[in-house]
T-cell receptor
Framework: ETGVTQSPTHLIKTRGQQVTLRCSSQ?????VSWYQQALGQGPQFIFQ???????GRGNFPPRFSGLQFPNYSSELNVNALELDDSALYLC?????????????FGPGTRLTVL | GQQLNQSPQSMFIQEGEDVSMNCTSSSIFNTWLWYKQDPGEGPVLLIA?????ELTSNGRLTAQFGITRKDSFLNISASIPSDVGIYFCAGRTTSYDKVIFGPGTSLSVIP
């Protein structure tokens, strides 16, 4: 059973650029959530995707958008990057009917905005 | 909005000592979760709690879901060097709701 994988591992961008981060969910998991983790803080919920549709969103502006594909993999897109977007971006997957099945996290993508 | 507070913020303990950390919230959660994060990695689920008053163990780790539904604690017995890391509590209201994370407790174990 393959766990949650994310790519790339690290990324450096400049202000104003756009970035796409990718996530492959764990086998059998059809729900994907994205989190932003700033240095020294806990993960902050960005949004969740279920059946290829956004199913809940945290307090993040519209320039943070996502996609989920039929194979349950997902992308996080961030437009017009700002310095404060520098963070570890975590993807977590969970199975259908996940009342008692919690999220499993990938290793994250470290984004640095210069 | 919903916020979680964790204490202590950091701990330095001797190997073999027991550890206790807690998490409080201004609002009620129906699920409490405890995760551990090592440097450069994603959080790993340690314990999940689903009922008020529930006490659950995972090896040397024990966690409890507070009866008010606004707090939880995690105990680690006989700490070892590999316990080093950041421990996050997290809460969820409904099974389809977002998970709210606390700011974390950093644990250092001195051999």
């Amino acid at each position: 059973e393959t766990g949650v994988t994310q790519s790339p591992t690290h990324l450096i961008k400049t202000r104003g650029q756009q970035v796409t981060l990718r996530c492959s969910s764990q086998s059998g998991h059809n729900t994907v959530s994205w989190y932003q983790q700033a240095l020294g803080q806990g993960p902050q919920f960005i949004f969740q995707y279920y059946r290829e549709e956004e199913n809940g969103r945290g307090n993040f502006p519209p320039r943070f958008s996502g996609l989920q594909f039929p194979n349950y993999s997902s992308e996080l897109n961030v437009n017009a990057l700002e310095l404060d977007d520098s963070a570890l971006y975590l993807c977590a997957s969970s199975p259908v009917g996940w009342q008692y099945n919690e999220q499993f996290f990938g290793p994250g993508t470290r984004l640095t905005v210069l | 909005g919903q916020q979680l507070n964790q204490s202590p913020q950091s701990m330095f303990i001797q190997e073999g000592e027991d550890v206790s950390m807690n998490c409080t919230s201004s609002s009620i959660f129906n699920t409490w979760l405890w995760y551990k994060q090592d440097p450069g990695e994603g959080p790993v689920l340690l314990i999940a709690l689903y009922k008020a008053g529930e006490l659950t163990s995972n090896g040397r780790l024990t966690a409890q879901f507070g009866i008010t539904r606004k707090d939880s604690f995690l105990n680690i017995s006989a700490s070892i060097p590999s316990d080093v890391g950041i421990y996050f509590c997290a809460g969820r209201t409904t099974s389809y709701d977002k998970v709210i994370f606390g700011p974390g407790t950093s644990l250092s174990v001195i051999p």
